[in-house]
């Protein structure tokens, strides 16, 4: 069959789902992750042609796009900070929101680097995060912080192999603990400690969109609707013990929750508490140091 004409069959069966921008990125992102084509064939060569078993794996991708599952999981890859990180149905897909909390953490990073006069690949830090899912945070500053000790902790055991499988691929060497930080035993002490732990209400759930809420890990995403901040409560305790001095916390946080989040550092050990909206002016991103 000529690829054109994949290409067609690709709208005419998406056409009602997804808008035409949409369906030529997934159509484009099919035949270069599995045909290993350039985006600009069609446009050289319009009359190239499939093989059957050329064929099987686009048409496969497009019967699991027509129930709405998300490419990163059909392909089996996501980007995040120019970082290639492979996702399954055990983690996250990393959103570009969470690439502004760790860009925060390493502009912070290059300014005390600039007050100690140092270099970022000689900063040495202790960082963990916690809820690592794909370890795309976790890799991200292991990445840019070569000279950081980098740890994360995950409840999800499949996520634990996902993020090991990651660091790898990226050439980083973390720390891995499976732990709950609602009961950790972990003991150790940390110059930084980020997180992104779930924080989607049960009453948000019909504002999700199907291919976030049908494929997904529940447990990544949704808290109670009556304690919805039991995981911010908790990796604050855990941060007044095992955040050093002047240390820091980075969480990204339920946009409707900002300010009850900030809240919860009231009568803590924390100061210099900051609010910070994301791309799309949400409140997304908090910061606060440890006294």
Known sequence: ML????????????????????????????IEHYLKLERFILAIQPGITLTKEEEQPLFKALSELKLEKPLQYILGTAYFMDLELQVDKNVLIPRPETEELVQWILLDAERSRSVISTSLNDLSLQILDIGTGSGCIAIALAKHLPNAKVFALDVSEGALNMARKNAVSNGVDITFFHEDILNTQLEHNFDIIVSNPP??????????????KEFE???????????????????????????SEKGTLYFEINQYLGEETKALFDARNFSEIELRKDMF????????IKK
């Open 281 to 288: 002016g949400n409140d997304r991103m908090l910061k606060a």
């Open 199 to 212: 924080y989607v209400r049960e009453l948000e759930k019909s504002e999700i969109q199907k291919n976030v």
């Open 3 to 30: 690829l054109k004409e994949i290409k067609d069959i690709f709208h005419k069966e998406l056409g009602e789902i997804y808008p035409k921008e949409e369906i030529d990125s997934f159509f484009y992102s099919c």
């Open 217 to 243: 890990p529940e447990t990544a995403l949704f808290v109670p609707d009556e304690d919805p901040l039991v995981f911010y409560r908790a990796i604050i305790d855990f941060a007044e013990k095992h955040l």
